[in-house]
């Protein structure tokens, strides 16, 4: 489903440049690396965090959450780029068919 809602969105080529962009922005203001976060909860040097999903649990340290937390920022921004730079080159790609109009098919022998 979630992959679904994305080729939707890359398949606009408008949607995916504006959803790059805002992904590019929203990754140093969304996830503030001065701070270590263990769900809304801030960590301190020494702190565990332990995270349940589908029934698996990951304890982390400090010193991995913060790097857990870095590469998570950086993947959503690399994520962003990706739509960005994809959406354009699909709007250079239809503005370049839309200029080249049809191919002409003569030979270029004047006619006697």
Partial sequence: MFGDVIWKIFGNRFGAVVLGVAMLVAGPL???TSNVTCG???M???D???TT???SSVTRSYEEQRSYDENFRLAW????GVFLVGG????VIKLRRRNTGPVSTTTGVAAS
């Fill in 48 to 50: 565990k965090c332990t």
């Fill in 30 to 32: 969304i996830w503030d």
């Fill in 40 to 42: 809304s909860r801030t």
């Fill in 88 to 91: 354009a080159v699909r709007i």
């Fill in 77 to 80: 921004m690399a994520a962003g």
């Fill in 44 to 46: 301190e040097p020494g």
């Fill in 53 to 55: 999903r589908k029934g």
